[in-house]
């Protein structure tokens, strides 16, 4: 693993298309991807090279939904891999977000359900430090557990 990139996984008791599911249907995405008591709205969820991917989060109390996500869809394998990155928006279009990076996600069938993993690329291992101290582990690996409680009810 490069000093750019941060790494994340865990076994998920649901097969691979529950995993997809999750993903692909946007009232799913909305209940895990931010961590609670967050509230995610998801805006745009194209899982095609080149779709768009805005997410919005609201803080308990507050008004307005802030950005968290705009980026574009890179890969769509369904129930195996999905890319996306904040570097691009929706057809391919120029970004300049306050984090670049590129998650590379692969649902691996595995003991019965699906290993999650997601790696995360950065520009530079200055970005992937910034990202890790701002709660890299401690975000994703709280939305996986959310994924994971949503799945394995």
């Not at 996984?9 to 298309?17: F, G, L, N, Q, Y």
Request: glycine fraction near 8%; charge should be negative.
């Amino acid at each position: 693993m490069s000093k750019s990139e941060l790494t994340i996984s865990r076994h998920i008791a649901a097969p691979p298309s529950a995993v997809w599911d999750a993903w692909s249907d946007p009232a799913k995405l909305a209940r895990w991807w931010i961590p609670a008591p967050i509230e995610c709205r998801v805006d745009k969820l194209d899982l095609r090279p080149g779709g768009g991917f805005v997410t919005r989060m609201r803080e308990a109390g507050a008004d307005d939904f802030q950005p968290h996500v705009d980026g574009c869809f890179l890969e769509a394998i369904p129930e195996k891999r999905l890319v996306f990155t904040t570097v691009l928006t929706e057809g391919w279009q120029p970004a300049e977000p306050w984090l670049a990076m590129t998650a590379i996600l692969t649902f691996g069938a595995k003991d019965g359900g699906t290993l999650y993993s997601a790696r995360v690329l950065h520009k530079n291992p200055e970005d992937s430090a910034k990202h890790e101290e701002m709660g890299f582990r401690e975000g994703w690996g709280t939305v996986l557990g959310q994924l994971a409680a949503l799945l394995e009810r």
